[in-house]
């Protein structure tokens, strides 16, 4: 039984919006992010009060936060933002080319979050958690909401079926060609009957936002604060995306000497067509030097613990662990991660540029395996899964006892 909450929530002013709302700044290119600070309207100003300053403030500090909270009351104070009168839960929609997300914005319950309502599938950092619950508590608000995912709910589909038909209060293009439409619920009784459809629904699943879920947890827990900015979105309308593996060098191996360690657990085939992604569970594509070859793991996954079959762990367990000394996937340099969503492009582009030797492409996490692990209370390798949509900051905003 999942709780939701309305909330008076904190949103650009339409007049503003489309300079006002921005992705998360760690999406952004050191480039993107000096044309975004050349917009005084954007958000990232909020987030980097200092940028253009001389008395630039260290990152992750009580001196950086309390400028955050103060430019972000200029900000509301200048008119750029507008606050509801009234609690209100949003359908918010997602749309691009083809492809659309829509489901509910509210708060979820921490108390959900502690009693595994609410349940997660990574493991967190708790110096992270210390970090982002001290933000919260001295800025006093939240300006990017976590990802949840649920079980599909006809009732649910419904409310948000027929509240689209009307045309949305907030609306946006942003500068990728994505719209962004944002519908108030105001009426008690259609936010009451949400609550009581989530109140049918037994688990929610932290699809992205682990850290600030935990976060928000840690605030609960200091103030009492009973609330976690999140978009619900149905399960259906979730895309998980192989996330894959650039490596900078192959421990002192030879190639020749790294794919005859392979064999020992894998079936190697060398390929002649074009870099592709594996086209199932147990089965990686290798890039290195332009050469390109499907490795299919040899022993029966199905036999091993839930967590030891994930195609990530079998990565790590027989690959990257033993024969090129990767160890701690969270801190080693000889390691990055892109996400498979736009295709192998960037991938193959990072190893021919020769900054990486070695790229390992995934098979995508199923939605299955990843409400598995969460149900078993287990925890998938960093960077396993690369889920849409992502969503803007500074859209809709909480802020803190505004319930």
């Known amino acids: 039984m999942a709780k939701v909450f309305p909330f008076k929530s904190i949103v650009p002013n339409q007049a503003y919006i489309g300079k006002v709302s921005t992705r998360s700044i760690n999406t952004y290119t ?18 980097q009060p200092d940028y253009n300053e001389d008395d630039y403030t260290s990152a992750n500090t009580p001196e950086r936060f309390t400028k955050v909270r103060n430019k972000f009351q200029e900000f509301f ?28 914005i509210a708060g979820a319950s921490a108390k959900d979050y502690e009693n595994g309502i609410i349940k997660k599938h990574e ?47 907030i609306y946006l293009q942003s500068s990728d060609g994505t719209l962004h439409n944002l519908w108030k619920i105001d009426d008690e009784s259609i936010i009451a ?25 840690r605030l609960y827990k200091q103030t009492g604060e009973d609330f976690i900015l999140s978009y619900f979105i149905s399960e259906n309308e979730v895309d998980i995306y192989d996330f ?39 089965d990686f594509s290798i890039y290195i030097d332009n050469e390109f070859y499907t490795l299919s793991f040899k022993k029966d996954y199905t036999t091993f613990p839930t967590q030891k079959q994930l195609d990530a762990q079998i ?16 801190n080693d340099d000889n ?57 803007r900051t500074g859209l809709t905003i909480y802020k803190f006892n505004s319930k």
Not at 77 to 104: A, K, L, M
């Open 123 to 169: 493991d967190t950092l708790e110096k992270r958690e210390e970090i982002f619950t001290e933000y919260l508590n001295i800025c006093g608000f939240n300006a990017e909401p976590v990802l949840l995912a649920h079980p599909s709910h006809d009732g649910l589909k419904e409310i948000i079926r027929k509240t689209i038909e009307n045309k949305p209060n």
């Open 193 to 217: 009957n949400i609550q009581v459809c989530f109140e049918e629904i037994p688990s929610i699943y932290i699809a992205d936002g682990h850290h600030r879920s935990a976060s928000s947890h």
């Open 30 to 47: 050191k480039k993107q992010l000096k044309k975004k600070h050349d917009n005084p309207l954007s958000f990232v100003h909020v987030v």
């Open 315 to 330: 990565l790590t367990d027989y690959i990257l662990s033993p024969i090129l000394g990767i160890h701690n996937l969270k």
């Open 335 to 391: 390691i990055d991660f892109i996400s498979g969503k736009h295709g192998l492009t960037t991938l193959k582009k990072s190893i021919d540029s020769g900054n990486f030797r070695l790229g390992v492409c995934l098979f995508p996490v199923s939605y299955e395996e990843l409400t598995k692990i969460a149900d078993n209370q287990l925890s998938m390798p960093p960077k396993s899964t690369w889920i849409e949509p992502k969503l």
């Open 77 to 104: 104070d200048n008119g750029y933002f507008v606050q509801e009168q009234n609690p209100v839960i949003y359908v918010y929609q997602q749309r691009f080319n083809d492809r659309s997300y829509t489901g509910i």
């Open 244 to 282: 894959n593996r650039v490596v900078k060098n192959l421990n002192g191996l030879e190639k020749d000497q790294f794919l005859e360690k392979l064999s020992d657990n894998f079936t190697i085939k060398r390929e002649n067509r074009t870099l592709e992604k594996p086209v199932k569970k147990g």
